[in-house]
């Protein structure tokens, strides 16, 4: 067992993934992601650098991805924001790299530094354009450590940049935590190297290695080449990136359940207020309400039918978050007005307290006949999945 | 003396051919300098990676058989310093216009200078923005006209040479599409340099700068950066007054940043894992 903060644990998993190039900018409350890996990768024969701005920070992280490195930067609001443009180049470009940002209360500088879930629309949406891109979120500090590591995984395999989304009271606090031996994913290499099209599939050479080739952020065909005005090929090379994240939905969607087999009220939370909602399910079910849990560990792609199924069998939804209502939107978009699905906000930079969720759902159900049933009858009782 | 009309053709990518440049356009003869260069030095062009910005000059990656990156608006160098930094064996050139280096991504430039990375920055400085159609540039002098600055530039232009002298870069040099010999010495000696190299050339974009000043076509151009520039090694200060030197500003050895980061590994004890 070990006593580690959040931000250690990020950077314990990113150098046990393999990371190898670390550029980024100071800024609470990711700091110490920084330190740590100024500390750790010239140990591991790797590379840190400090940039003069966020900006410099992904730009360098995707220069050294395209060398070979595996690679990650870290941040807060502010900095995300200015990491937006250089995102999507990320993405266009289906290069390999993780950004974490430690979330604090925004917009602008807001905040600084009280935790906050307001940046889990921008993750999605904060470069322009339609794009592929994969957002994850912790509510521990070992899952934080699992999640570096998810995150490297999943963007090593599929060549699509990685949001890792913390917040203030992630990244600062300490848990006790035995670190886990977990299974690290490379990039894969071409079989065949001569005439290897960069931008044919998930497959990847570095600078250096193989023909020369062509990098753009302009829309390109299979070959890396500018196709800049033909919109039917940026249209189908946009479709097919998509299209990689559909076929391994199961690999990238991440979360944890309690207690969905007798549940009649579902709660659906996300990073650290996943753990209040933890203890309002126990408070709620000691008051004869049967509540369950469904805790989203990935955020985005979002896992629209696990929840439009979870719908099926529950009377009501309460989605809390710390934000004026984000991820609200798509929890209905899922449910189609199945049930009642009730936003809970707050964005004075505080948690919920469980009670504050357990009065929330009280409020939406007059049924008082849960029983305790014993654990382990059924796959959705409990625990972690990813298929 | 370089031959002229040698066939460099290997040195280009033919499938994007032709290009974008306008007729007339200084890219060309920046371009064909920088093929020269790749000629001299033999470097095995799948260890080159040319990296641009946005703009015209930011097409030029496209056009060298090298890996080419193609970024996004003044973040060249901050990409090219993530890509040498993850395979120091590389080697990195950036192409990057006025608005690149000066403007938008005038912090990374400054910063690139003063950590003195083995990157060679080819600055291309047409005084103009000309891709988005003749808007004043952090280089167009003053008084000048573009379609921003109708009634004259009010604003003083940066000079790209004192900015990398002053930010600490260990080459610096300037020449123009004027003097196209002097283009791929310039260039092979900045990529020879084991440091930060700067080389700004002046160029001519007869489309936009050109017309909207005045100054003729393309030839009359050169002629017009004949007159504008000087070689600075004979240069007495009364001859500088209205002109621009050129030449080699700067060539000193300080230590390289991969090379110093080598040195960071060591005192941090490198550990491998078994």
């Known amino acids: ?387 | 003396m370089p031959k002229t009309g040698q066939d460099l053709s290997k040195y280009l990518r033919q499938e994007m051919m032709p290009n974008v440049w306008c007729p007339g356009c200084g890219h060309g003869n920046i371009t064909r300098g920088l093929l020269t260069s790749l000629e001299r030095l033999q470097l095995p062009l799948n260890q080159v990676v040319v990296i641009g910005g946005i703009g015209c000059s930011g097409r030029t990656p496209f056009y060298v058989n090298t890996n080419a990156m193609h970024t996004t608006h003044g973040r060249a160098l901050a990409f090219a310093t993530g890509t040498k930094l993850g395979n120091p064996n590389l080697t990195v050139i950036t192409t990057m216009g006025d608005g690149d280096t000066a403007a938008i991504g005038g912090n990374h430039f400054i910063h690139a200078c003063r950590r003195n990375i083995d990157i060679t920055a080819l600055v291309f400085n047409n005084s103009i923005y000309g891709m988005t159609g003749g808007q004043a540039a952090p280089t167009t002098p003053n008084g000048e006209k573009s379609t921003t600055t109708m009634y004259g530039n009010i604003d003083q232009s940066f000079d790209v040479i004192n900015l990398a002298l002053a930010a600490g870069a260990t080459f610096v040099a300037r020449t123009t599409t004027f003097d196209f010999q002097d283009i791929p010495n310039m260039i092979t000696r900045a990529i020879q340099h084991p440091g930060f190299s700067v080389v700004e050339i002046l160029g001519q974009c007869p489309t936009y700068y050109g017309r909207i000043n005045k100054l003729g076509d393309a030839s009359q151009m050169l002629d017009y950066e004949k007159d504008l520039t000087i070689p600075q090694e004979y240069v007495s200060r009364e001859e500088m007054i209205g002109k621009k030197p050129i030449g080699i500003f700067r060539e000193e050895i300080r230590p390289e940043y991969t090379q110093q980061y080598q040195s960071i590994r060591k005192k941090a004890g490198v550990k491998h894992d078994s």
């Open chain 1, 1 to 387: 067992m070990k006593l580690i903060q959040g931000n250690e644990a990020c950077a314990l998993g990113a150098i046990d993934a393999g990371c190898t190039f670390y550029a980024g900018y100071p800024i609470t409350p990711a700091s110490e992601i920084m330190e740590w890996m100024a500390r750790l990768l010239p140990q591991k024969n790797g590379t840190f650098i400090q940039m003069e701005d966020e900006i410099g920070s992904i730009a360098a992280i995707i220069g050294a991805s395209w060398s070979g490195a595996k690679t990650m930067t870290a941040t807060s609001g502010p900095g995300f924001s200015l990491m937006q443009e250089n995102l999507g180049y990320a993405s266009m470009t289906e290069t390999p790299c993780v950004i974490v940002n430690s979330q604090r209360g925004g917009p602008s500088t807001g905040l600084p530094t009280l935790p906050s879930q307001g940046d889990v629309m921008q993750a999605r949406w904060g470069t322009h354009g339609d794009h592929p891109i994969i957002v994850l979120t912790t509510s521990s500090v070992l899952d934080t450590y699992e999640m570096t590591v998810t995150a490297f995984n999943l963007s090593e395999a599929y060549r699509i940049p990685v949001v890792l989304l913390l917040d203030a009271t992630i990244s600062h606090m300490r848990e006790n935590i035995e670190i886990p031996k977990m299974e690290i994913i490379d990039r894969k290499r071409p079989v065949n190297i001569a005439g290897f099209l960069p931008f044919a599939d998930e497959t990847f050479l570095p600078f250096g290695e193989g023909e020369q080739k062509v990098v753009t952020g302009l829309a390109h065909g299979e070959d890396g080449l500018p196709r800049a005005s033909d919109g039917e090929n940026a249209e189908a090379m946009l479709r097919r990136s998509f299209q990689r994240m559909e076929d391994h939905i199961d690999d990238i969607l991440h979360y944890k359940t309690e207690h969905l087999d007798d549940a009649e009220m579902l709660i659906i939370s996300y990073g650290i207020t996943s753990r209040a909602s933890k203890a309002a399910v126990q408070m709620l079910r000691k008051e004869g309400i049967c509540t369950g849990l469904l805790d989203m560990q990935t955020l985005w792609p979002f896992p629209e039918k696990l929840i439009k199924e979870l719908a099926g069998n529950v009377r009501g939804i309460l989605v809390p978050e710390l934000n004026l209502g984000q991820m609200i939107m798509p929890v209905k978009a899922a449910v189609e007005g199945a049930v009642p699905v009730k936003s809970l906000t707050r964005a004075d930079g505080e948690l919920f307290t469980p009670g504050e969720i357990a009065e929330a759902v009280m409020e939406m159900t007059d049924s008082r006949v849960c029983v305790e049933v014993p654990k382990g009858n059924n796959q959705l009782n409990g625990g972690n999945h990813h298929a």
